[in-house]
Antibody
Framework: QLQLQESGPGLVKPSETLSLTCTVS??????????WGWIRQPPGKGLEEIAS???????YYNPSLKSRVTISIDTSKNQFSLKLNSVTAADTAVYFC???????????????WGQGTLVTVSS | DIQMTQSPSTLSASVGDRVTITCRAS??????LAWYQQKPGKAPKLLIY???SLQSGVPSRFSGSGSGTEFTLTINSLQPDDFATYYC????????FGQGTKLEIK
């Protein structure tokens, strides 16, 4: 049974870097059929995709966040990670990692999600 | 950038009703559209992909239609478990979600 588990600090200070890791179990992160992505949801608000990565290292970023985001992958550990720098209170959100089906040129829909982790930006 | 707009923002309905949620794209997106259901405190769950393909394990009372710029999610014979928030998503080089539709009990 596929499982995705987010991990990382639940509290980050303003101007610092938010770092999260998603550990994938029950399946290989090196599958050619999937990208792996991060999505966030501020409290009481909607969903925003942040970035996606393929096992080869190919990446896609939300243009609105691209200047502050780095997504990376470690196939040996079956993990992928997110770094968001220069955070502000506006980056407070539940951060989800998810598997993203891939058939054509781009990542497709998210078919399997982690439970999410709340990250609060506050001093 | 392509914008996704859902309507209505809130929908009140009763068990047994048939409901429809609409998602409009600011430009044509063919059928690169998915629908998700989200309950409070939980991750979203994929319902529909490719605008009309039902994800495995999702009840057949859920259906999706549309192409181009206008899409609908229909739920036939609402069940108590269906009261949740629904999101559409256009997927491309990066995904763009609609703002969500909260389906509440009348």
């Amino acid at each position: 049974q596929l499982q995705l588990q987010e991990s990382g600090p639940g509290l980050v200070k303003p101007s610092e870097t938010l770092s999260l890791t998603c550990t994938v179990s029950g399946g290989s992160i090196s599958s050619s059929n999937y990208y792996w992505g991060w999505i966030r949801q501020p409290p009481g608000k909607g969903l925003e995709e942040i970035a996606s990565i393929y096992y080869t290292g190919n990446t896609y970023y939300n243009p609105s966040l691209k200047s502050r985001v780095t997504i990376s992958i470690d196939t040996s550990k079956n993990q992928f990670s997110l770094k968001l720098n220069s955070v502000t209170a506006a980056d407070t959100a539940v951060y989800f990692c998810a598997r993203q089906f891939h058939l054509g040129n781009y990542p497709d829909y998210f078919d399997f999600w982690g439970q999410g982790t709340l990250v609060t930006v506050s001093s | 950038d392509i914008q996704m707009t859902q309507s209505p923002s809130t929908l009140s309905a009763s068990v047994g009703d048939r409901v429809t949620i609409t998602c409009r794209a600011s430009q044509s997106i063919s059928t690169w559209l998915a629908w998700y259901q989200q309950k409070p405190g939980k991750a979203p769950k994929l319902l529909i992909y490719g605008a009309s393909s039902l994800q495995s394990g999702v009840p057949s009372r859920f259906s999706g239609s549309g192409s181009g710029t206008e899409f609908t999610l229909t739920i036939n014979s609402l069940q108590p478990d269906d009261f949740a928030t629904y999101y559409c998503q256009h997927y491309d080089s990066y995904g763009t979600f609609g703002q969500g539709t909260k389906l509440e009990i009348k």
